[in-house]
């Protein structure tokens, strides 16, 4: 017999179709919210809020409150650079680490044609449409280094390069304060031929 109440085995359901979370952190998470719940009513005060009021910016695709963005709106940014990354968490990483002083593009995921997602399930035409205006003069492409990452980023450069915007691909290799030894040999590869010269 479940002895789970029919809102705990909904609440339960809905919990694990989040992405990383299986049945025993979804019973972890109700046993928490359901022991505070006050807690438990600003959460779920939150979610709607966010749901309601978060939606993808027409420009750049981030998600944002307000269209456009307040990125694609600030007028310190250089508007001459994009970065295309596959999801808003990419876009936050890159500015996260404050080197980055351009605008975003978010593709929506990446190409994978075993799973039905081709480049119109993407932002890919409005990525060239951005391209064309005429301010962009390089893309960054920042897609992961997974095998649908790389084949999104070449397929990204055979419709770019014909419009005369110069391309570059982020760089990978080791990880700083990672030992040579452990590093496997797609990374040393990328290490190696992503090399720069010294000062």
Same mark, same amino acid.
């Given at each position: 017999?479940?002895?789970?109440?029919?809102?705990?085995?909904?609440?339960?359901?809905e919990?694990?179709?989040?992405?990383?979370?299986?049945?025993?952190?979804?019973?972890?998470?109700?046993?928490?919210?359901?022991?505070?719940?006050?807690?438990?009513?600003?959460?779920?005060?939150?979610?709607?809020?966010?749901?309601?009021?978060?939606?993808? /910016?027409?420009? /750049?695709?981030?998600?944002?409150?307000?269209?456009?963005?307040?990125? /694609?709106?600030?007028?310190?940014?250089?508007?001459?650079?994009?970065?295309?990354?596959?999801?808003?968490?990419n876009?936050?990483?890159?500015?996260?680490?404050?080197?980055?002083?351009?605008?975003?593009?978010?593709?929506?995921?990446?190409?994978?044609?075993?799973?039905?997602?081709?480049?119109?399930?993407?932002t890919?035409s409005?990525?060239?449409?951005?391209?064309?205006?005429?301010?962009?003069?390089?893309?960054?492409?920042?897609?992961?280094?997974?095998?649908?990452?790389?084949?999104?980023?070449?397929?990204?450069?055979?419709?770019?390069?014909?419009?005369?915007?110069?391309?570059?691909?982020?760089?990978?290799?080791?990880?700083?304060?990672?030992?040579?030894?452990?590093?496997?040999?797609?990374?040393?590869?990328?290490?190696?031929?992503?090399?720069?010269?010294?000062?």
């Open positions: 017999m479940d002895l789970r109440p029919p809102t705990v085995r909904s609440l339960l359901e919990l694990e179709q989040l992405p990383g979370v299986g049945p025993r952190t979804a019973t972890r998470l109700v046993q928490h919210l359901l022991r505070k719940p006050a807690g438990a009513r600003r959460l779920a005060a939150a979610v709607a809020t966010a749901a309601e009021a978060v939606h993808h /910016c027409r420009e /750049c695709f981030l998600l944002a409150e307000e269209d456009p963005c307040r990125l /694609c709106q600030d007028p310190s940014r250089d508007r001459g650079v994009l970065c295309v990354v596959e999801d808003p968490l876009a936050w990483a890159v500015e996260g680490t404050g080197e980055f002083a351009g605008l975003y593009h978010v593709l929506g995921g990446t190409l994978d044609p075993l799973h039905g997602i081709g480049p119109d399930e993407l890919v409005q990525l060239a449409a951005r391209v064309r205006g005429g301010t962009v003069r390089e893309v960054i492409l920042a897609t992961n280094p997974t095998v649908e990452g790389e084949a999104t980023a070449h397929y990204l450069a055979r419709v770019l390069r014909p419009i005369g915007v110069k391309l570059s691909r982020i760089a990978f290799g080791l990880p700083a304060g990672g030992e040579i030894s452990y590093a496997d040999q797609v990374t040393l590869t990328r290490a190696l031929s992503g090399r720069r010269g010294m000062d």
